[in-house]
């Protein structure tokens, strides 16, 4: 609240001739404007570091919010780092935004609008979303695997070893699995699984890329690795046979 109030003094200290937002003309108040854009003002003024991903060449950034314009319906951010390899980004990419904050997400698509270069390091101007929010992280219903029937899962770890896992729990958008001993020096956060199958039955088989979403060693009751993955593409056909899969499962135990 501190920081809302902060922000409605800075816009209150401007001048009557500076030019009037287009929202605001249409009768949406500074007010309503900055508690739309709140979760953004909140970043800005703790200088939280926020994850950026180009849709394009799905490079994988962090960042700063430097300033939000709200008359030009604007977001300036920070260089990106890394620096942006190969392909630099470039007017008209789409950018997505994602910062997780005590279990939630917020994340939105913008287009970049441009890209200046100062002495120090670029800036990059996106155009404002129409609103954020923080949303629940889980955004498909998640099943637990029983241990009576075990979902073997084959994978090409992102060194490109041979890995076969078993899935601990599964929803339309990933995974957690189980690998026995210690891989945690072939994991990074973000890092690429080039390949990952597995197989209900012989007609429902998945094959995709996926991406590590976090991971962890454990000693006890035996040593063993779980990784947390992100399926990236799997078939629109497939993601529904997957659903449909995982709702006759959770409605099972109702049945019985």
């Given at each position: 609240m501190a920081i809302l109030q902060?922000?409605?003094?800075?816009?209150?200290?401007?001048?009557?001739?500076?030019?009037?937002?287009?929202?605001?003309?249409s009768g949406i108040t500074l007010s309503e404007q900055i508690n739309r854009y709140a979760p953004l003002?909140?970043?800005?003024?703790?200088?939280?570091?926020?994850?950026?991903?180009?849709?394009?060449?799905?490079?994988?950034?962090?960042?700063m919010i430097l300033s939000i314009d709200l008359a030009s319906g604007s977001i300036e951010l920070d260089e990106l780092f890394p620096t942006p390899q190969g392909q630099q980004l470039?007017?008209?990419?789409?950018?997505?935004?994602k910062h997780h904050n005590?279990?939630?997400?917020?994340?939105?698509?913008?287009?970049?609008?441009?890209?200046m270069?100062?002495?120090?390091?670029?800036?990059?101007?996106?155009?404002?979303?129409?609103?954020?929010?923080?949303?629940?992280?889980?955004?498909?219903?998640?099943?637990?695997?029983?241990?009576?029937?075990?979902?073997?899962?084959?994978?090409?770890?992102?060194?490109r070893t041979a890995w076969y896992a078993t899935a601990n729990n599964i929803s339309c958008g990933g995974m957690r699995?189980?690998?026995?001993?210690?891989?945690?020096?072939?994991?990074?956060p973000a890092s690429l699984i080039p390949m990952c199958e597995f197989s209900f039955h012989e007609q429902f088989?998945?094959?995709?890329?996926?991406?590590?979403?976090?991971?962890?060693?454990i000693r006890r009751p035996y040593r063993h690795t779980e990784i947390s993955i992100e399926f990236l593409d799997v078939a629109p056909q497939q993601k529904m046979q997957l659903q449909q899969f995982i709702t006759e499962i959770q409605k099972q135990p109702q049945a019985a």
């Open positions: 902060a922000v409605m003094q800075r816009f209150s200290r401007k001048s009557d001739a500076d030019p009037v937002p287009n929202s605001l003309a003002f909140e970043l800005q003024e703790r200088r939280q570091l926020i994850e950026v991903v180009c849709e394009r060449s799905n490079q994988r950034f962090q960042s470039c007017p008209g990419d789409l950018l997505t935004f005590g279990g939630q997400l917020l994340t939105f698509t913008t287009p970049l609008e441009s890209v270069q100062t002495l120090d390091a670029p800036i990059y101007t996106l155009l404002l979303p129409d609103a954020v929010a923080y949303r629940q992280r889980r955004t498909y219903p998640r099943i637990s695997l029983s241990r009576q029937q075990p979902l073997t899962v084959r994978l090409q770890s992102p060194w699995l189980i690998i026995g001993g210690n891989v945690l020096d072939q994991l990074e088989n998945i094959r995709c890329q996926a991406r590590v979403r976090g991971f962890r060693f």
